[in-house]
């Protein structure tokens, strides 16, 4: 049974209302709930949440693109209003599975977009490298604080030196089934450190906590050892489209390693963009610079009317340096 999340945000982070709403049936016969937003006829991007997220965590993009974009969003599976997997249901063959769905069932025939996955919804645009609704579909490709393997290895959640002991305590955190319960002053405090730079508000924090922490536990658990397995790095190179990188300095989640290797290995890298002192959480931290390299991509490969504005091969913002 699908679900509509138990708290909403109140302005700017408030989901705005889809211009319509509808169901997108994946290869195994699972529902998923996607949502239009903006005018007919206008430049169309799609985005792709990550784990323990939501439609609800691109609103403040959706503010910035809708006016003059078509904006396809889509909860994944077992999250928001898209109903939990069965059996076997947990997979990147799944993700991919589930996006070759939407851009089929969302796009106008011939139409193509700009796709932007964040986190998980990153490697979902990996995993499906190689379908060929990704490659007839997508105009270019925007992969935001994510990476293609070694997740857990390279994180920096818990602060220890030894890296056997991290590794162990973070796949512990990660992977576990514990109820997060309500929203309190201590969560949001530990998801601020965990997800967020220093410099995120209370307004973006309170935001993201009630995404994540109306994520079923069980869901939260399928999808976390998904993760913690994840290599993903041969798909990197077959990921044949135009595609861009963006990262948060302060990301302890997916840190910059994860950006740069991905940068080295994408057949057609079109510019890294590292935002300097943002975490996991870079397109709620700051909606203006993300849905900035969103346009570019727009104006540089999507269907604009033949307007085709140049934008630099490589951007970087906020004082970040050249990797």
Known sequence: MSRRPARLAAGPYAPPVA???????????????AELHGPEGAPAVVLAHGWTCSTAFWAPIVRELAADHRIVLYDQRGHGRSPA?????????????????VLQQTLAPGERAVVVGHSMGGMTLMAAADRPQ????????LLCNTGSSRLIERGRVVPLRGERLRVRVQRALLCSRAPLGPVTPL????????????EAGPAVVEACASIVHDCPRAVRAA?????????????????????????????????????????DRLPRCVGVTELDGLGHMAPVEDPAAVSGVIRGLVATYGDVGGARAAVPESGRVRGAEES
């Open 85 to 101: 997997a069965g059996p076997g249901g947990y997979s990147t063959h799944a993700l991919a599975d589930d996006l070759a769905a």
């Open 134 to 141: 990704l490659r007839e579909r997508a105009a270019a490709v």
């Open 19 to 33: 211009v319509s709403e509808l169901s997108v049936i994946s290869a195994d016969g699972s529902r998923l709930h």
């Open 223 to 263: 999808w976390a050892r998904v993760i913690g397995d994840l290599d993903l790095d041969a798909e990197v190179g077959r990921l044949a489209v135009p595609t861009a990188v963006l990262a948060g300095t302060a990301d302890r989640l997916t840190p910059l390693e994860h950006a740069r290797a991905l940068a």
């Open 187 to 198: 969560s949001r405090r530990l998801l601020k450190y965990v997800t967020m730079g220093p």
